[in-house]
């Protein structure tokens, strides 16, 4: 089957660094996306990544590793804004976004 | 309008009852999408059109029917709604005809209840 996993919960003090893993199991791989989601809002487009390493935009960087099924998404100087859930997709083979659960941060003064 | 539209925001619904949720997009994305979204749970994709005239099912797509009769509106539609389709639904739209990313695009949601 096909599998996302994230933490469920994560807090971090404002102005700090956090890391937020994301591990995948799918049939195919066409890339990989982070989306942020405010409470009671639509998710929003963060970020994309299709080969490994890393990608950087702004205080937000994803980093992705195909052969270990491995993303991350590292939030810098983080803003009380930041406090929302982040959701990882990945993308199969058959071009359709399987998603994780979705990690919920609280930030903390 | 402006992206992604959905109607109503919030519904509710008696079990039984016939309701389609509405999405019109005015970007001229050729693909479009439903999830619904429960909690604990990520999205999850009932129905999908990857261009006007088609469509596809997605992992959930029990009790639920659209139609995609032009590029800019796909209606979801349950014919007789049960307590379990409680949820909130998300309609998406990409454009998958060219380069890029390709990303999903999200209308505000539709906080669906069926008593």
């Known amino acids: 089957g096909q599998n996302i996993d994230q933490p469920t919960e994560m807090t971090a003090t404002e102005g700090a660094i956090v890391q937020i893993n994301c591990t995948y199991q799918?049939?195919?791989?066409?890339?990989l996306f982070w989306y942020q989601q405010h409470a009671g809002e639509a998710p929003t487009f963060l970020s994309y990544?299709?080969l490994d390493g890393l990608e950087e935009k702004g205080r937000f960087s994803s980093f992705l590793s195909r052969s270990k099924g491995y993303s991350y998404l590292l939030l810098k100087e983080l803003q009380m804004k930041d406090s929302a859930s982040y959701l990882c997709?990945?993308?199969?083979?058959?071009?359709?976004?399987?998603w994780g659960a979705g990690t919920k941060l609280i930030i903390k003064p | 309008i402006a992206g992604i539209t959905q109607a109503p925001t919030s519904q509710i619904l008696a079990a039984g009852r016939r309701m389609t949720l509405r999405c019109t997009q005015d970007?001229?994305?050729?693909?479009m999408y439903w999830y619904r979204q429960d909690l604990g749970l990520g999205l999850r994709l009932i129905h999908y059109?990857?261009?006007?005239?088609?469509?596809g099912k997605g992992e959930v797509p029990d009790g639920y029917s659209v139609s995609r009769a032009n590029t800019d509106d796909f209606p979801l539609t349950l014919a007789s709604a049960v307590p379990s389709q409680t949820s909130v639904y998300f309609c998406?739209?990409?454009?998958?005809?060219?380069?890029?990313?390709?990303?999903?695009?999200f209308g505000p949601g539709t906080r669906l209840t069926v008593l």
């Open positions: 799918t049939s195919g791989f066409n890339g």
């Open positions: 998406a739209s990409s454009d998958s005809s060219g380069g890029g990313y390709n990303e999903q695009f």
């Open positions: 059109s990857n261009t006007a005239g088609t469509t």
């Open positions: 970007m001229r994305h050729n693909a």
């Open positions: 997709a990945v993308r199969d083979s058959n071009y359709q976004l399987i």
């Open positions: 990544n299709v």
